[in-house]
């Protein structure tokens, strides 16, 4: 490819990517030698808990090329999910509501972002026939491959990764999803990396419920809200229970005080809009679906994850956190039976409910 078939591809892609509603792309090379270095210290460090996949792949996930043979660069894209006004503690500060992350509110980001990548990946296919550029090959990424995206992005130009370990904007704040296309043409830049603005602020890490961010930039997973409600497949050890509080499938507190989500932007994608009210539904309510229900109402979200019993298990510690009333020992006990996991958080709960009635 010259010079000027770049340029020209490089300005299609912004163009065809903003049609198809993402915020912002942004192109790398493939060297991430810097960020492999500081997974190898979290993974030394046991950060990373129980998720295996995290270690595994060896240096796949900072070499690129080796994920995708051949790849020479990588397009990197953002699309903003927010539909209103950035979350407040509102619904935190209500002990009868359950607390969802923004992100997992609507439909699965995977399969909405990798539609709109083979859409784009498909743009570009089209437009290397036309022009005569024979062997493109690529490879489409959403969270599903081992690639350090974030890593990626903040190279790409698309922000710093923050105190928080999330990848900030300066004119977008952190509410956003991450897709990538990996690909043999030579579309990278010079490094036209964010300079990080994090500057002193501890806001982050500070709110931390259960202090997960040991420091800046430094996240223990096994401390983590939003690993224990989704990832973990055991129980919720006893001394996060409580800082838990009402949060059921994962944790926005450190993006909720990050003075960059100011400016965070909205997005009409109907995909990322809440359903079935799960943005200020009761907990009670909640935790009284049948497992049907529960695999209707989580049919392509992000939730179905945490599986059946994870969701319960995470509600009924919401419960025992929850304002006494009268009827949530009822409540609790109609699910009793249906796991040893369950039992033990709600057993929890019951006590909880107990000690605040004396």
């Known amino acids: 490819m010259g010079k000027s078939e770049i340029k020209e591809l490089r300005e299609k892609i912004h163009e065809w990517a903003e049609s198809l509603g993402f915020c912002q792309v942004g192109f790398s090379n493939t060297k991430l030698d810097d960020h492999g270095k500081k997974l190898q210290n979290w993974l030394k460090a046991g950060f990373n808990a129980d998720m295996d996949?995290?270690?595994?792949?060896?240096?796949?996930?900072?070499?690129?090329?080796?994920?995708?043979?051949?790849?020479?660069?990588?397009?990197?894209?953002?699309?903003?999910?927010?539909?209103?006004?950035?979350?407040?503690?509102?619904?935190?500060?209500?002990?009868?509501?359950?607390?969802?992350?923004?992100?997992?509110?609507?439909?699965?980001?995977?399969?909405t972002v990798r539609t709109k990548l083979k859409l784009l990946e498909k743009k570009i296919k089209l437009f290397c026939e036309e022009v005569k550029i024979?062997?493109?090959?690529?490879?489409?990424?959403?969270?599903?491959a081992p690639l350090l995206e974030k890593a990626v992005a903040e190279k790409a130009g698309l922000g710093w990764i923050g105190k928080n370990t999330l990848l900030i904007n300066k004119t977008s704040g952190s509410y956003f999803f991450l897709g990538e296309?990996?690909?043999?043409?030579?579309?990278?830049?010079?490094?036209?990396?964010?300079?990080?603005?994090?500057?002193?602020?501890?806001?982050?890490?500070?709110?931390?419920?259960?202090?997960?961010?040991?420091?800046?930039?430094?996240?223990?997973?096994?401390?983590?809200?939003?690993?224990?409600?989704?990832?973990?497949?055991?129980?919720?050890?006893?001394?996060?229970?409580?800082?838990?509080?009402?949060?059921?499938?994962?944790?926005?507190?450190?993006?909720?005080?990050?003075?960059?989500?100011?400016?965070?932007?909205?997005?009409?994608?109907?995909d990322f809009k809440p359903r079935h009210g799960l943005d200020n539904e009761d907990l009670e309510n909640l935790f009284l679906w049948s497992e049907?229900?529960?695999?209707?109402?989580?049919?392509?979200?992000?939730?179905?994850?945490a599986g059946y019993n994870g969701w319960l298990r995470n509600i009924a510690v919401a419960l025992g956190n929850a304002q006494k009333k009268s009827n949530i020992s009822n409540v609790l006990l109609k699910?009793?039976?249906l796991s040893s996991l369950v039992d033990e958080h709600i057993n929890w709960a019951l006590e909880q409910q107990s000690k605040d009635s004396i």
């Open 53 to 111: 996949y995290m270690a595994n792949h060896g240096s796949m996930r900072w070499t690129p090329d080796r994920l995708k043979p051949g790849t020479k660069s990588i397009i990197s894209l953002r699309i903003n999910y927010l539909e209103q006004e950035p979350p407040s503690k509102t619904i935190l500060e209500n002990r009868s509501k359950g607390f969802i992350s923004k992100y997992a509110q609507g439909r699965d980001y995977h399969l």
């Open 134 to 144: 024979s062997g493109f090959e690529s490879r489409l990424v959403t969270d599903s």
């Open 292 to 305: 049907e229900e529960f695999i209707q109402k989580t049919a392509g979200s992000a939730i179905r994850r």
């Open 181 to 270: 296309i990996l690909t043999n043409l030579p579309l990278a830049k010079e490094d036209n990396r964010q300079p990080n603005q994090c500057g002193k602020c501890q806001a982050c890490i500070k709110t931390c419920p259960t202090q997960a961010i040991r420091a800046p930039y430094s996240l223990d997973a096994k401390r983590c809200i939003s690993y224990l409600t989704i990832e973990n497949r055991g129980a919720i050890p006893k001394k996060y229970r409580k800082p838990m509080g009402n949060r059921i499938f994962g944790c926005d507190d450190c993006q909720i005080v990050c003075p960059w989500n100011r400016y965070a932007k909205h997005n009409l994608e109907d």
């Open 335 to 337: 699910k009793k039976g």
